[in-house]
């Protein structure tokens, strides 16, 4: 039986990709969706490279984040 697709969605502030990290390293099949500010290349580079795989802004619409999801 497979198992049913996990994805995390992580709102914290300030951003800490070292936390992403341990949450990628932790549970490997989960996709880490993380909120942000705003779009800064740097930090969403940050957050990717860390294990994240997406990122939306806290902005977003009920159903943009359904779609994330």
């Not at 497979?2 to 951003?15: F, G, H, I, R």
């Not at 549970?27 to 942000?36: E, G």
């Amino acid at each position: 039986m497979a198992e049913a697709p996990v994805t995390l969605l992580v709102d914290m502030a300030p951003l800490q990709p070292e936390l992403v990290r341990h949450l990628a390293a932790a549970a490997p099949q989960a996709t880490i969706l993380c909120l942000i500010d705003h779009y800064d290349v740097t930090q969403i580079v940050g957050l990717l490279q860390a294990g994240a795989t997406g990122c939306l802004s806290r902005n977003a619409t009920a159903p943009e984040l359904a779609l994330a999801l």
